[in-house]
């Protein structure tokens, strides 16, 4: 059941699927979600009129139903829906052959007939869009295992990113193919661990970061051969990283010690801030792409985290939230296992997607007002420590 800090914080829009799909752009949506239990894509088209305060998708025939009553929900699956159930839509399915299962997926930000997908037999397979079918034309090599990290380039699209287990990131340029194989344009053998995450940063097309095993956060410029920066972040590995799209000198890192650091690049020897709340590891943080000060994180306790980094010593906040820091603005209790990923829409405020182990995926909403009134909004770059 899906619980913020009071109940009607939640638009109950939420898919349930057998994980046997990744879906992508639902309407306005450009979402990805990776396959672990088949060799192939399966792509969810135009599930449009999407309203988020009154529509649930149940996996059961991919039905689209229209909810009377949002309090009768007390799981997502139609056995505790009660009754009033009206029929939408049939969701269209299209499928895509791929060579191995799917770890990770990413379409191009310039050009969303592109996408990466980051396979588990070590390999990274371009897809480019034919006749409104995406369609096989490259395979990235150079990595020795297989991984998750993986960014494309907001300045240059046709660079691709990749950090994996083998401890090595790797660049590709895909516009220089070799018939259908591409080399790396450049590698780095830096971590000594494997690599979780990487990221291109969001100000400068030259500039990316990574964080691994090793404990590390490594900023580096592809300008030179060493990391410009090479601290140790947590006490733990490091599972993800998430440069801050208002602000070039922010960025988060989260870890298997259970927490959240912010950083500024100006002054890297000593995070900003540290959040804890979460009970277990930290597997994924990102930026709200509508609104950078505030942000989700997910990870083995079941739990998606929304913090807002305006609240930080809000002392007013304090004397209400009892035992939760107040920068925590808002928890997800939905999933009944670990959150291996989510994501934010990039076009719908507040909207978010997220999968679990037991292949649940859920679409759901916070109510903006929850969260913060407009008046006390500050930009990213407007926030002094």
């Given at each position: 059941?899906?619980?913020?800090?009071?109940?009607?914080?939640?638009?109950?829009?939420?898919?349930?699927?057998?994980?046997?799909?990744?879906?992508?752009?639902?309407?306005?949506?450009?979402?990805?979600?990776?396959?672990?239990?088949?060799?192939?894509?399966?792509?969810?088209?135009?599930?449009?009129?999407?309203?988020?305060?009154?529509?649930?998708?149940?996996?059961?025939?991919?039905?689209?139903?229209?909810?009377?009553?949002?309090?009768?929900?007390?799981?997502?699956?139609?056995?505790?829906?009660?009754?009033?159930?009206?029929?939408?839509?049939?969701?269209?399915?299209?499928?895509?052959?791929?060579?191995?299962?799917?770890?990770?997926?990413?379409?191009?930000p310039k050009n969303n007939d592109?996408?990466?997908?980051?396979?588990?037999?070590?390999?990274?397979?371009?897809?480019?869009?034919?006749?409104?079918?995406?369609?096989?034309?490259?395979?990235?090599?150079?990595?020795?295992?297989?991984?998750?990290?993986?960014?494309?380039?907001?300045?240059?699209?046709?660079?691709?990113?990749?950090?994996?287990?083998?401890?090595?990131?790797?660049?590709?340029?895909?516009?220089?193919?070799?018939?259908?194989?591409?080399?790396?344009?450049?590698?780095?053998?830096?971590?000594?661990?494997?690599?979780?995450?990487?990221?291109?940063?969001?100000?400068?097309?030259?500039?990316?970061?990574?964080?691994?095993?090793?404990?590390?956060?490594?900023?580096?410029?592809?300008?030179?051969?060493?990391?410009?920066?090479?601290?140790?972040?947590?006490?733990?590995?490091?599972?993800?990283?998430?440069?801050?799209?208002?602000?070039?000198?922010?960025?988060?890192?989260?870890?298997?010690?259970?927490?959240?650091?912010?950083?500024?690049?100006?002054?890297?020897?000593?995070?900003?801030?540290?959040?804890?709340?979460?009970?277990?590891?930290?597997?994924?943080?990102?930026?709200?792409?509508?609104?950078?000060?505030?942000?989700?994180?997910?990870?083995?306790?079941?739990?998606?985290?929304?913090?807002?980094?305006?609240?930080?010593?809000?002392?007013?906040?304090?004397?209400?939230?009892?035992?939760?820091?107040?920068?925590?603005?808002?928890?997800?209790?939905?999933?009944?296992?670990?959150?291996?990923?989510?994501?934010?829409?990039?076009?719908?405020?507040?909207?978010?997607?997220?999968?679990?182990?037991?292949?649940?995926?859920?679409?759901?909403?916070?109510?903006k007002k929850s969260i913060f009134?407009?008046?006390?909004?500050?930009?990213?770059?407007?926030?002094?420590?």
């Amino acid at each position: 059941m899906l619980i913020g800090n009071n109940c009607n914080q939640f638009g109950p829009l939420c898919l349930k699927y057998e994980h046997k799909e990744i879906i992508e752009n639902i309407d306005h949506f450009l979402w990805v979600c990776p396959s672990y239990k088949k060799d192939r894509l399966i792509i969810l088209k135009k599930l449009k009129e999407l309203n988020f305060n009154e529509i649930i998708l149940n996996y059961d025939g991919l039905k689209l139903f229209s909810l009377i009553n949002n309090r009768e929900i007390y799981d997502f699956t139609l056995k505790f829906l009660k009754g009033n159930l009206k029929t939408k839509k049939i969701v269209k399915i299209k499928t895509t052959p791929h060579e191995s299962e799917v770890n990770r997926v990413s379409i191009n930000p310039k050009n969303n007939d592109i996408l990466a997908t980051k396979a588990g037999n070590n390999s990274i397979y371009i897809f480019m869009k034919e006749d409104d079918e995406y369609k096989y034309k490259y395979t990235c090599s150079g990595h020795k295992n297989e991984g998750y990290g993986i960014s494309w380039n907001p300045y240059h699209p046709e660079l691709l990113l990749s950090g994996s287990y083998d401890s090595l990131i790797c660049i590709w340029d895909i516009n220089k193919p070799n018939s259908t194989k591409i080399n790396p344009l450049k590698t780095y053998s830096i971590h000594s661990k494997d690599i979780e995450d990487v990221q291109w940063h969001p100000f400068n097309g030259n500039v990316f970061g990574s964080v691994a095993d090793d404990k590390t956060l490594k900023i580096f410029d592809i300008r030179e051969e060493k990391p410009t920066i090479d601290i140790k972040a947590h006490d733990e590995e490091v599972n993800s990283i998430a440069f801050n799209p208002d602000n070039q000198h922010f960025l988060l890192t989260a870890s298997s010690d259970k927490t959240i650091r912010l950083w500024d690049l100006r002054k890297i020897e000593k995070s900003l801030h540290t959040f804890k709340s979460h009970k277990d590891k930290v597997y994924k943080v990102c930026w709200n792409p509508h609104y950078p000060t505030t942000f989700a994180s997910s990870g083995d306790d079941k739990r998606i985290h929304i913090w807002d980094i305006n609240k930080i010593g809000d002392e007013k906040k304090k004397n209400l939230n009892h035992n939760n820091p107040t920068e925590l603005v808002f928890t997800n209790y939905g999933h009944r296992a670990v959150i291996r990923d989510f994501c934010w829409s990039p076009t719908i405020p507040w909207a978010l997607s997220s999968i679990d182990d037991n292949s649940l995926n859920q679409i759901w909403r916070v109510k903006k007002k929850s969260i913060f009134k407009e008046k006390n909004i500050l930009t990213a770059t407007e926030i002094e420590f």
